[in-house]
């Protein structure tokens, strides 16, 4: 198994420019979730996704984030329009079940390293 | 909200000592407890687990402990190897599923 994949791996932009983050999770995994990591906050959780549908979005910021789940192999995150303040590195993780109904764990992707200049 | 803090942001240790990393938690409904480790350039992997009805399990040289009257967690790494050095963070999960991760802390192996 490859494991959470993420896309970019690095990704340096202007501020007001559009930012589109890609996840594969892991295949058979039910729950997708975006967490952003910062040295100031440590791992936040933006939104997770059960079964392709939206469960909990309320730690996406602001009106700026909007993440979107198509199908059960694919994820994105979207920032329109970014700001430096935006700078993070931004994981994906996955998990075969429901919002951590029995022993859950998390898969992590390596993440993508968003630099907002 | 809830919080998860770690009292030690760094550690360094000798090769082949054990390492202690602790971990204080403020909710008292939380019922499962992780420890992640994460590695420069990755994304946290999951070493150990522990339930609220449990106060300690073993894994392959890592323990953890769970001290649920004063809200302490800690992760023990017996004979720490350069491998060993990244970041460990701690986890809690309430009983009404919130997930919630401590800061971290930094832990470097000195050969």
């Known amino acids: 198994d490859a494991g959470v994949i993420q896309s970019p791996r690095h990704e340096v932009t202007e501020m007001g420019q559009e930012v589109t983050l890609r996840c594969k999770p892991i295949s058979g995994h039910n729950s997708l979730f975006w967490y952003r990591q910062t040295m100031m906050r440590g791992l936040e959780l933006l939104i997770y996704?059960?079964?392709?549908?939206?469960?909990?979005d309320s730690g996406m910021p602001e009106d700026r984030f909007s993440a979107k789940m198509p199908n059960a192999s694919f994820s994105t995150l979207k920032i329109q329009p970014s700001e430096p303040r935006d700078s993070a590195v931004y994981f994906c993780?996955?998990?075969?079940?429901?919002?951590?109904?029995?022993?859950?764990?998390?898969?992590f992707g390596s993440g993508t390293q968003l630099s907002v200049l | 909200g809830e919080s998860v803090g770690l009292h030690l942001p760094t550690l360094s240790v000798q090769e082949g000592d054990n390492s202690i990393i602790n971990c204080a938690y403020s909710?008292?409904?939380?019922?499962?407890f992780i420890w992640y480790k994460q590695e420069s350039g990755k994304g946290p992997q999951f070493i150990i687990d522990i339930r609220s009805n449990m106060d300690k399990r073993q894994g392959q040289r890592v323990t953890v402990l769970l001290n649920k009257t004063v809200k302490h967690l800690s992760l023990q790494i017996a004979a720490t190897q350069p491998g060993d050095s990244a970041v460990y963070f701690c986890?809690?999960?309430?009983?009404?599923?919130?997930?919630?991760f401590g800061t971290g802390t930094s832990l470097t192996v000195i050969p």
């Open positions: 996704f059960n079964n392709n549908v939206p469960i909990d």
């Open positions: 986890a809690e999960i309430t009983t009404g599923n919130q997930f919630y």
């Open positions: 993780a996955s998990s075969p079940g429901s919002w951590f109904a029995t022993n859950e764990k998390l898969f």
């Open positions: 909710n008292s409904a939380s019922d499962y």
